[in-house]
């Protein structure tokens, strides 16, 4: 029988995912940390745990969870450690993602009452919460929720109640949803002047002011709307970029690592394959850098996602590597762009130079909205968004397989390089037949960059071909084979590398593709080619033995690509016997 499935993908309650003995990775040691400030930002890009990290803190502070301290934090690192602070607040908390925005200003401000304003309620009057504080409390305004956080701040200052502890949840998503819709005139009336908005955090930046607020805690995806609010709140602290906090949110690579240890202890058959699938995490959900000497991290919600699959599978690799929920950011470079050009630039320099060049002082300066769609901004607000990190300290690159693939669909998109299946499924069904790799390479050759307008030639480069090809790949053999790109290696960096996924009948085939590009004006000499140049076959030779070593019951198969441009396509194998 089955194992019940211990991996907490889409859980977000940390008293659940406690009490009912899911996976936890602890990051309670930030908790001391946080208590030096009064109003801190936390921003991170979506499905990195931030909801999780809010109830976290909830439950620790909230004085009505002082029972269950033991059984919530016990064998934390906070519950050897406590801060003194725990369990001392009443603790308000509201999750701004699920505010409904609008098309105009009256019903936003509608909405945003509906949704705070059941929670202000909820906290002074349900017996289950805070009501034993509020006996005889009366709300004057019970449909403005500014007003009615007024008079609960009002009542608490007067009779010397323990504070509150406000978190907010995401404090950014309705604004950034107006962004992504062009609302661009409806985001300012929100962010601006006397709007509800900023009332709200007025009457917070009071309430910290005079001590009847302890904390007010925010996450959030983008700087931009706190900047915008910043003659109304500027108490706040963006903590994003002090080194303390870089791993708050996200897997390190000892986090991940136990993860997985766990993950193939209880749910895999085999119990013998960590190298092979931390490869394959490594290639697809690694790679985050939030400061330019920080140690990558792991997006913790799509490792999960993966784990989670993987525990269903009971031990197989899950054909769909990338939450789908991640292809709606296509939407941020759509509206950050705003024209073809722009966008098309942008790509080029991900897709073909690998790279953006970034300035540090950007990165950690405030930014409006208006600043955010300059195109200088671009890699800033890319880096906030999760679809570019830091490659140093003065260029960004894509951080993995995942956001390689996203931008691909948009740069196919663009050059409206549509999924033919006519065009290519049959040659990947012959290949899952006969196993040759020669049919695949002419067929892209062919079917992808012939496609492709002649002026693009003057720009791609090895690289892109290295991305076009594996996303093409991977489209139709995803069930088949993991991948991984300028995977390193002893002996250097492989170009292209194709393992078989355990379970299937391509297990242990693993295949490596050296890839040479030349422009056009070389094609006659690639044409004349009467086998791969001996240098070229010795380096793709050299990464199939580092493979041997680290995957010994892989079956290794090497070969040397050469493309020049659009006119020309040689394919060898040369698989050392």
């Keep these: 029988m089955q194992a019940s499935i211990t991996i907490p993908y889409a859980i977000a309650d940390y008293a659940i995912l406690r009490e009912k003995g899911y996976y936890y990775v602890d990051k309670t040691r930030y908790i001391p940390l946080l208590e030096r400030y009064s109003a801190p930002v936390f921003l991170r890009p979506r499905r990195f745990g931030k909801s999780l990290l809010v109830s976290t803190l909830a439950h620790y502070y909230d004085l009505n969870a002082a029972g269950r301290f033991g059984s919530l934090f016990g064998d934390t690192y906070i519950g050897s450690h406590p801060t003194g ?4 607040y009443m603790v308000m908390r509201f999750d701004f993602s699920k505010m409904a925005v609008a098309d105009d200003l009256g019903r936003m401000e509608k909405n945003f009452n509906n949704l705070l304003g059941p929670v202000i309620r909820e906290c002074v009057e349900s017996p289950m919460r805070y009501a034993r504080f509020f006996d005889k409390f009366v709300f004057n305004d019970r449909q403005t929720a500014s007003n009615m956080l007024a008079e609960v701040i009002n009542w608490i200052n007067n009779r010397d109640l323990p504070p509150l502890y406000i978190l907010i949840d995401e404090y950014d998503n309705f604004t950034n949803q107006l962004l992504t819709g062009f609302k661009d005139s409806l985001y300012e ?20 002011g005079e001590g009847s607020i302890r904390t007010c805690f925010c996450t959030g995806v983008l700087p931009v709307t706190m900047d915008d609010l910043t003659s109304g709140y500027n108490i706040a602290e963006i903590l994003t970029l ?53 140690a990558p991290l792991f997006n913790s919600t799509i490792l ?3 784990f989670k699959n993987f525990a269903e599978l009971q031990g197989e690799i899950p054909q769909e590597l990338v939450d789908e929920n991640l292809r709606t950011d296509i939407g941020w470079l759509r509206r950050l762009t705003v024209t073809q050009e722009n966008a098309k630039e942008m790509l080029n320099a991900l897709l073909i130079d690998n790279e953006l060049m970034y300035s540090q002082a950007d990165l950690r300066s405030k930014f409006s909205k208006r600043k955010f769609f300059e195109k200088r901004f671009y890699p800033v607000s890319l880096y906030y968004l999760g679809m570019t990190t830091l490659k140093s300290s003065y260029k960004m690159t894509l951080p993995n397989l995942t956001m390689r693939s996203i931008y691909m669909d948009y740069y196919n998109e663009l050059y409206q390089l549509h999924d033919d299946a006519n065009r ?17 390479a002419m067929n892209y050759f062919k079917e992808y960059l012939g496609m492709l307008p002649i002026q693009v030639f003057d720009k791609i480069n090895e690289n892109f071909v290295r991305c076009s090809f594996f996303e093409l790949m991977s489209r139709y053999l995803s069930q088949c084979y993991t991948f991984a790109l300028e995977m390193n290696l002893p002996s ?9 996924i355990p379970g299937t009948a391509f297990h242990n085939d693993c295949r490596v593709v050296e890839v040479k590009y030349f422009k056009s004006k ?4 690639v044409e004349a080619l009467a ?47």
């Design 85 to 88: 602070e725990q369990n001392r």
């Design 189 to 208: 009336q929100a962010t601006t002047g006397d709007s509800f908005l900023r009332t709200f955090f007025k009457v917070i930046k009071s309430g910290i």
């Design 242 to 294: 002090k080194p303390e906090f870089v791993d708050m949110l996200g897997f390190t690579h000892e986090e991940a690592a136990a993860y997985l240890r766990y993950v193939l202890q209880k749910y895999d058959r085999q119990n013998s394959r960590f190298e092979e699938i931390w490869t394959l995490l490594l290639n697809n959900y690694d790679g985050y850098r939030f400061l330019p000497d920080a």
């Design 304 to 306: 999960t996602y993966f």
């Design 424 to 440: 290519y499924a049959p040659v990947y069904e012959q290949f899952t037949e006969d196993g040759r790799l020669e049919p695949l």
């Design 492 to 500: 250097g960096r492989a170009d292209l590398v194709m393992t078989g």
């Design 522 to 525: 070389d094609a006659t000499a």
């Design 531 to 577: 086998a791969p140049r001996p240098a070229d076959v010795e380096q793709a030779n050299g990464y199939a033995r580092d493979l041997h070593v680290l995957f010994p019951r892989y079956r290794l198969r090497s070969y040397v690509m050469y493309v020049a441009a659009n006119k020309a396509c040689r394919i060898w194998e040369c698989t050392q016997q």
